[in-house]
């Protein structure tokens, strides 16, 4: 038997032990057998283990896998994962998975990859591409946390160090690891709180949401590096998190100002002419379409405008964004579309409109590293995944040190034509 686990986010924690029959009726890849269990994340929330014999969450998602999904993919082949996955997704029966959930959904398709990986006896990454994949990604490093993830009075969620001009992953990802040091010892001259957020950055209280930057780009030059030529800056503003629908303004309390869209993208071209800022996610409400259009209409040429919250990895609302020409990059959480198969689907509809695409992970997160396989399998270039800290973190990172020293020679790191400008290209 062989045994692959798999957890993510508040998802599924899954272990595929892939069976062999001496009868030879039966492929070696033959799923035989799935299990699920409760544990936490890194926030101290439940999340579900699943161990399928060939799944994260609550207690309901560790009861869909056993009773919902395990009979549809048990006797099947685990190296066809779309058919497992569309077994899975016509097992939950609804548009958003709903049902079983896409956390649950997602759990039984990776473990699926893993084990099929592991059977072939080859990595994850090299697995889901079929031997093609050999690009590394560009760390956004959320070294400076607000908003809901943190503890302070600073608005936007995350302010992050974009290395793009390092030669090699692991040279970005120790430029981006010194800048975080060193922001650690700015923030102690001044007096700040040097604890960190959810996500590994720091959250101190600031004056402004520009005293934020002012205090990163600090410790970019006191790291030896040059702003806006070896390492740049990426917003994620939460946009939704600061809206005020019945009054249709975004409120940025650290400031104590109050905008509507165009004040906010007026804001956001002011930082964009005063700061090296190379990728703004969400930065207007998600429902706030015309806004969004507008906003890619006035900076996309010049900046990625991320959406997140805006298209939440849905190949439905990524369409729409890119008839509306409403944004430039996407964000792919793999808990949002709930299968392998339209991760992969998703991130390949935005490339061929011209958009970027960031492989994320989520605020409550767990030590497993299969994101860090994705990223390098479909060739995106760019991934989030939080600070320099936290193990939860920090074993991405490690996982795509081990991946870059696997290719060898072959590895590659991307630089700016990776990042979404103009969406259509």
């Not at 490690?398 to 290209?425: D, T, Y």
Request: proline fraction near 3%.
């Amino acid at each position: 038997m062989e045994i692959c686990p798999f957890s993510y986010g508040r998802g599924v924690r899954i272990a595929y032990f892939l069976s062999a029959f001496a009868n030879g009726n039966c492929p070696v890849s033959t799923i035989s057998r799935i299990e699920a269990r409760q544990i936490l994340d890194s926030r101290g929330n439940p999340t579900v283990e699943v161990a399928v014999y060939l799944g994260k969450g609550v207690s309901r998602a560790v009861e869909n896998v056993q009773s919902m999904l395990e009979p549809v993919v048990i006797g099947h082949d685990a190296l066809d994962q779309r058919d497992v996955d569309e077994r899975l997704i016509a097992a939950d029966g609804t548009p958003n998975k709903e049902v079983a959930g896409a956390n649950a959904i997602l759990g039984v398709s990776m473990a699926v990859a893993r084990a099929a990986a592991t059977h072939q006896g080859i990595p994850l990454f090299h697995y889901l591409s079929e031997g093609g994949a050999s690009m590394l990604p560009i760390p956004m490093m959320n070294i400076l946390n607000g908003g809901s993830h943190a503890d302070n009075n600073v608005d936007i969620q995350e302010f992050m160090v974009f290395p793009v001009g390092a030669d090699t992953f692991s040279e970005a990802l120790r430029m981006g690891t010194e800048t975080f040091h060193h922001l650690k010892a700015v923030l102690k001259e001044l007096s700040l709180n040097t604890a960190v957020g959810d996500e590994g950055g720091f959250a101190p209280d600031l004056r402004s949401n520009e005293e934020a930057i002012d205090v990163v780009l600090e410790a970019v030059d006191r790291a030896g590096y040059s702003a806006g030529s070896e390492i740049f800056l990426a917003l994620d503003v939460a946009a939704s998190e600061l809206y005020d629908s019945d009054r249709d303004v975004y409120c940025l309390k650290s400031e104590n100002r109050e905008l509507n869209s165009a004040d906010m993208i007026g804001l956001y071209g002011e930082l964009v002419e005063k700061y090296p800022i190379v990728s703004i996610e969400d930065g207007l409400s998600e429902d706030d379409w015309e806004g969004w259009e507008q906003l890619q209409g006035a900076i996309g040429d010049r900046v990625q405008i991320v959406g997140d919250d805006l298209t939440v990895t849905n190949l439905a609302r990524l369409q729409q964004a890119i008839d509306r020409s409403a944004m430039n990059a996407i964000l792919i959480k793999l808990n949002q579309i709930g299968t392998v198969t339209e991760t992969i689907d998703t991130i390949t509809l935005a490339k061929e409109n011209g958009m970027g695409a960031i492989v994320s992970h989520r605020s409550g997160e767990t030590e497993d590293t299969t994101i860090a396989d994705v990223s390098v399998a479909t060739g995106v270039g760019q991934i989030k995944t939080g600070s320099a800290s936290r193990t939860d973190r920090v074993c991405k990172y490690n996982q795509l040190l081990r991946i870059e020293e696997m290719l060898g020679s072959r590895a590659q790191f991307p630089g700016m034509e990776v990042l979404g400008h103009k969406a259509g290209g």
